[in-house]
């Protein structure tokens, strides 16, 4: 079965209306850093078959029907064009929804033949970078990785709405759930709140009393809760992921759940402060680390991960004790630290001082944690009445 392909004069997303020009314009400046990069590697070409890069050369395109093991388009990305490889039943859709009017052009074969053979096509007698193993080309994934962060202005302005929503999801189900609901129907809610506003549910947690403690990373099951609960979510949108959590109890919580609650919020709030621009991860864990055993927890850090990096990957770099990732102004870090069946989890934006929380408190008990003199505004456990 032949290829269609569309060039320079035939049908492009550019020929639609264009709705953004500011991600047009990052668009561009992407475009140059791919070209650089060709010409620094001897390239003839850059072949993006992830979703994450995928949205982040798109500035927020996605590639797949919502959840990332379905991938339905590639980029194919050479110094005078950007071309998607997709099969005839989406690219109508991507178009239309994803790249309108952002000067791509399409090459597509049709549903039943074999995604592999479209790729080949591209790749023949061109010498091609890819971001994963396939045939004879480049693996340029981790060029690729150190692309994606920082973020842009753009991309932290879309993450910020999105990390607003994400929370409010996660505390109006938290104010609003039914104590005996089972973490089922409470994780239904989160989603059905996380979806109406275009936000993908990549992750759910609902951990009803006490299932962290035996579960660190439990998603949701049929038990019921009946006296206290901590909520989690991750949302992707624009191909950005952002994350968060809040902690109810119907009635006075048991001291256990006060007492570890109170010990996260202290560890999350000393990472938070010591996430700073121009170090490396190490060196923020080893103050987060002190935490843990100055409050006799010394070794819960070792029964879950405590945190990431986070971006159009959910997890760009792992949060680990040995780890010299540095961090900069512009990256966003996920920290959600567990103890017992307490955890406390938000995503906070790197800057030039300090940080920014992406996932405000909007309407929900606060406690503050002093770090060097820095007061921190913590989520306290939000007590409803049984």
Known sequence: MSTVILGPGQMSSGEFHLADPDRAIEIERRQKRINEFLREQKLDAVLLTKPSNFSWFS???????????????????????????????NSGQVFDREVSGLGFQLKERLWQEGREVLLSDLCRGRAVGCDFPFERCVDVSVHLGGMRLPLSRLEIRNLRETGALVAHAVEATSRTFEQGESEAEIAGQIAHRMLRHGIWPER???LADGQGKRHRHWSFGEEKVEKFCTLVAVGRRNGLHVGTSRTISFGTPPKEVRETHLSCLLVQATSMFFTQRNWEIFETWKRAERIYEKYGHSEEW??????????????EAPITPGSQFRLAAGMPVYWHPSIGAAMTADTILIKSKGFEVLTPMENWPQLEVDVKGVKIPRPDVLIRPE
């Not at 070792?302 to 997890?315: I, P, R």
């Open 59 to 89: 500035v927020g395109g996605e590639a797949s029907r919502g959840n990332w093991s379905d991938v339905v388009a590639a980029l194919f990305l050479t110094e005078d064009a950007r071309v998607i490889a997709t099969r005839n039943t």
């Open 204 to 206: 759910i947690q609902v």
């Open 302 to 315: 070792h029964f879950a991960d405590q945190g990431c990096v986070t971006g159009y990957e959910l997890c």
